[in-house]
Nanobody, 129 residues
Framework: QVQLVESGGGLVQAGGSLRLSCAAS????????MGWFRQAPGKERECVAA????????YYTNSVKGRFTISRDNAKNTIYLHLNSLEPEDTAVYYC??????????????????????WGQGTQVTVSS
């Protein structure tokens, strides 16, 4: 079973930057597609970014394109989310999630929260105006 631990959240002024990290354990990291989700108060959880096991395939929701970057270091069993040009609307709890990929070498990824099998505890990002 995969365990995920996020870190790197905090309070930042609008226009600032943060880097979120998510460390995975308990499974072969290279068989995991990964995603970053966020949930603001009163809103549904949304997929912010996703990445295939190889890192060759990525996804970003429209509101963060050009500002956020997802990456992974398979040697360190860690994924990252670089958040730049932060806006108050980015305030939310950010979660990383993992999905086991049964087909070795597949660059599959998903933006559906229902497909992810493991979740971290979340890290708060607060952007002040």
């Amino acid at each position: 079973q995969v365990q995920l631990v996020e870190s790197g959240g905090g309070l930042v002024q609008a226009g600032g930057s943060l880097r979120l990290s998510c460390a995975a354990s308990g499974h072969t990291f290279s068989r995991l597609a990964m995603g970053w989700f966020r949930q603001a108060p009163g809103k549904e959880r949304e997929c912010v970014a996703a990445i295939s096991w190889s890192g060759r395939t990525t996804y970003y929701t429209n509101s963060v394109k050009g500002r956020f970057t997802i990456s992974r270091d398979n040697a360190k069993n860690t994924i990252y989310l670089h958040l730049n040009s932060l806006e108050p609307e980015d305030t939310a709890v950010y979660y990383c999630a993992a999905k086991y990929i049964a087909v070795s070498g597949s660059d599959y990824f998903t933006t559906s929260s229902r497909e992810y099998e493991a979740w971290g505890q979340g890290t708060q990002v607060t952007v002040s105006s």
